[in-house]
């Protein structure tokens, strides 16, 4: 796959087929991430690489503690984040709806109860970080989780990268038994894509790039 043409067409997956993704691909896939760029090579990327029975274990552990706790993040609500990109986030579950409609469901309900459980994905991959790095050092794991998901694309497997589960964070250190001096900081659904699901053939758009960008000693 041309890198350009990976960047493009790597997409959200949601829903994956039941087939097992062998340690030898995850291992492949995770060896392209360390490969990401980091400040003075500190490479602060921990994996915990989760399929089986102890994913199942830990999916039941996170649902049971939403039906508990029922924590949630609304960035519609309070002053979490300027307006504009609520608007953004608006703007995606509109376009999302009516994917999410025809599966009988509603938009959040889907990207919750979907979370909790990966999206059923064969593989999880839970990021950690030591507590004691500065919070710059998560540009590095951004990069390292992106090129993951690259990685991923180019094999012929899709990826979701998920946030909304580290409200359960507690949890799953717990499950996993995680040092408390990591913290958890994204997990990843990997898998190979359902093609057939609705979702997943879902492109979400993106602001006009110009608008982005301020040009400072470039000719108009």
């Not at 991430?33 to 029975?53: D, I, K, L, R």
């Not at 949890?171 to 958890?184: E, K």
Request: aromatic share 8%; hydrophobic share 40%.
């Amino acid at each position: 796959m041309e890198l350009c043409d990976g960047l493009r067409s790597r997409r959200t997956i949601r829903k994956f087929l039941d087939k097992k993704v062998s340690r030898e691909t995850v291992l492949e896939i995770l060896t392209d991430a360390h490969w990401a760029p980091s400040a003075s090579n500190q490479q602060p990327w921990n994996f915990y690489v989760v399929t089986g029975e102890p994913l199942t274990r830990l999916c039941s552990a996170i649902q049971t503690a939403h039906k508990e706790k029922k924590k949630a993040y609304d960035p519609s609500k309070g002053k979490t984040i300027p307006a504009r990109y609520v608007a953004r986030t608006k703007k995606f579950f509109k376009d999302l709806r009516p994917a999410i409609n025809s599966l009988g469901d509603e938009n959040r309900t889907f990207i919750e109860s979907g979370s909790f459980r990966f999206y059923d994905a064969p593989v999880v991959i839970i990021v950690a970080m030591h507590k004691n790095m500065p919070q710059s050092r998560l540009m590095d794991i951004g990069m390292a989780a992106e090129n993951l998901m690259l990685s991923a694309h180019a094999r012929g497997l899709g990826s979701c990268a998920i946030a909304l589960t580290l409200l359960y964070a507690d949890v799953i250190h717990t499950a996993l038994g995680i040092s408390d001096d990591l913290d958890t900081v994204l997990c990843i659904a990997l898998g190979y894509t359902d093609s057939d699901f609705p979702l997943n053939t879902f492109r979400s758009s993106r602001e006009n790039i110009e608008e982005l960008i301020m040009w400072v000693g470039f000719d108009v």
